[in-house]
């Protein structure tokens, strides 16, 4: 797969973006103007498939300068050289200024910690700022989010995570978080407990509660908790694995085929001021 | 009686596997208390990994869960309802009397 040029490229939008390739990877920023953590978290898992199944990489930098500082800001030239990317020119070097008060930079992690770390990123962003049941819903929803990469991706390079808040202070202000992996996939995940089924199937099923690729009784409460805190509050979640993808929010729920990418994506766009 | 302490924020199962790290292998006969005077915060995952190394693994006769938040308290309740030891968990003070 390639990404090909869109001037937006996050939760709504990701899916859309990925395009067969011929010989090399491209990954065709040149028209991007605004990327959200989901569309990091993509871009992440789809370079680092690339990097595993031993591919070359190309990738077109913004022409808009923003949009190429903001990757820059954050941290996307890490993931760049840790996976061999070849860039048509440098990122632009910038004074990186503490924003950890709305931002958490695209950052991979390989064990618990990392979960607990964005969960805990996100409680002291948020506390006191927002409903305290939506604080602790958003708590609940990054710890399981990092639970499932460590406990059921299977995933070689760990899990990549981003995170940040939008129109900070106005009355739209939300939260976009996302966590995707390079492993398994859900349906693989399911595949030996409960037998063969469709990507899109496994998706549905694993939304629901107590399913789980482990023989645990107590397991399978992650994803479905995150569904039910985040589209309560009236936020939406699209969860992508292999060649399927589902979006949810508090009233509707569908699923659809999508370019295929290895492992899953989670994300999650949440309001910060519910019913304001 | 063992006594642990919970921490502010508690997120992964490995982190309730860290806090019973100190408990003795076999609690047939052993209350089990945890303090949650200090939590504000958990999620499913890590509060089932607790009932589920007290009361199953370990079999302790009770855990009992003291000042959890409401939210704490219901997914305690709910994880043993899951594992069938539900008769051996106690909420203090009772998510009834608050």
């Known amino acids: ?276 | 009686m063992p006594t642990l302490t919970a921490p502010k924020l508690v997120s992964s199962r490995n982190q309730a596997r860290e806090l019973t790290a100190g408990l003795p292998a076999n609690l047939a006969d052993a209350t089990v208390v945890v303090d949650c005077s200090a939590l504000q915060a958990s999620t499913p995952s890590f509060v089932d990994e607790l009932v589920k190394v007290c009361l199953v693994e370990r079999h302790a006769q009770s855990l009992v869960l003291v000042n959890a938040p409401d939210r704490t308290a219901e997914l305690a309740r709910q994880a043993a309802s899951n594992r069938q030891v539900a008769d051996r968990l106690e909420i203090d003070p009772p998510l009834a009397t608050r």
Request: with cysteine.
């Open chain 1, 1 to 276: 797969m390639s990404i090909r040029s869109c001037s937006f490229l996050g939760l709504s939008s990701f899916d859309d973006a990925l395009v067969p390739d011929d010989d090399v990877v491209t990954i065709d920023l040149s028209g991007l103007e605004f990327i959200d953590a989901f569309g990091l978290v993509g871009l992440a898992a789809h370079a680092l498939e690339a990097t595993l199944e031993d591919r070359e990489i190309r990738l077109r930098m913004p022409r808009d300068g923003n949009a190429a500082k903001y990757l820059a800001r954050m941290h996307v030239g890490d993931l760049l050289d840790g996976c061999g990317v070849e860039l048509d020119r440098s990122l632009p070097t910038i004074r990186e200024r503490d924003r950890r008060d709305r931002l958490i930079e695209l950052q991979s992690f390989l064990d618990s910690r990392g979960g607990e770390q964005l969960a805990n990123y996100l409680w002291g962003r948020l506390e006191g700022e927002v409903d305290p049941q939506l604080v602790t819903q958003i708590y609940e929803a990054a710890g399981e989010l990092g639970n499932n990469v460590i406990e059921h991706a299977k995933s070689p390079a760990g899990g990549y995570m981003a995170a940040q808040c939008y129109r900070r202070g106005k009355p739209d202000e939300h939260l976009v978080v996302a966590v995707g992996d390079v492993g398994i996939g859900i349906q693989a995940s399911l595949t030996r407990r409960y037998g063969p089924m469709s990507e899109a199937d496994a998706i549905e099923k694993a939304l629901k509660p107590f399913v789980s690729g482990t023989d645990d009784p107590g397991r399978g409460q992650g994803l479905p908790g995150i569904v039910e805190g985040v589209t309560g509050f009236g936020g939406v979640v699209h969860v992508r694995s292999g060649a399927a993808a589902r979006r949810l929010t508090r009233t509707s729920a569908s699923t659809h085929e999508v370019s295929h990418l290895r492992g899953t994506i989670v994300g999650a766009k949440v309001p910060c001021r519910p019913g304001r």
